[in-house]
């Protein structure tokens, strides 16, 4: 099954500079979606990106998809103490798996340094 | 407006013994996942429900698990007998609509089996 694999598995910045993370699929999709997840709390929506878009901006984030890559990546801007999660990727199952299933990486986990 | 709820936050048993967890989704949602986290393996889909029906449980792993949803604001996932492989922290979560949508993740029971 296509999985997504975030790349680092983990980084550690200063507040105020910029966190990149990248993440790798395997198969097509129709939709990728990133999630933060704080220590001992559940995973939360950040952005989906579908297919037929390259980037996609909400506040701070900024994510980009190159599908002939299989890739996406997810830009923090002028981090803060509070970004300090692991975020992951999740892809659908493009035109093979079920409609419903998402497909979760093993994340990347950013510390922000005060 | 009230996220998705899950109980116990915490569970902590002795092998053999059976072990149920709750979980309250967001009203008006009509689909459920069950998923598994577990640092050598990540986030697992064990089992998905739509307007309350198991569509697919080809993640649980073994007959010792099984899933109920008897109505749209309530879900179990009950682990019997329970072995300390079983050991994890155990997510619910909600969405709404057809496809892949942004799913909504309660804060997990972190389940431990001596």
């Known amino acids: 099954s296509q999985q997504g694999e975030e790349d680092p598995q983990a980084l550690s910045i200063q507040e105020g500079e910029n966190a990149t993370m990248n993440c790798s699929y395997k198969?097509?999709?129709?939709?990728l979606q990133w999630y933060r997840q704080n220590s001992g709390r559940g995973l939360v929506h950040l952005i989906l990106i579908r297919s037929n878009e390259r980037e996609k901006h909400s506040g701070r984030l900024r994510v980009t998809l190159d599908t002939s890559k299989k890739s996406s990546s997810l830009l923090i801007t002028a981090s803060r103490a509070a970004d300090t999660a692991s975020y992951f990727c999740a892809t659908d199952g493009g035109s093979g798996a079920g409609s419903y299933q998402l497909t979760f990486g093993k994340g990347t986990k950013l510390s922000v340094i005060p | 407006d009230a996220g998705v709820i899950q109980s116990p936050r915490h569970e902590v048993t002795e092998m053999g013994q059976e072990v149920t967890l709750r979980c309250k989704p967001i009203s008006g949602h009509n689909s459920l996942f069950w998923y598994r986290q577990t640092m050598m393996r990540g986030l697992e889909l064990l089992i998905y429900f739509n307007n309350n029906v198991p569509i697919d449980d080809s993640g649980m792993p073994e007959d010792r698990f099984s899933a109920k949803m008897p109505n749209a604001a309530f879900s179990t996932l009950k682990i019997q007998p329970s072995e300390p492989r079983d050991s994890a922290v155990y997510f619910c979560a909600s969405s709404l609509g057809e496809g892949v949508q942004p799913q909504h993740f309660g804060d997990g029971t972190r389940l431990s089996i001596l």
């Open positions: 198969t097509s999709i129709n939709n």
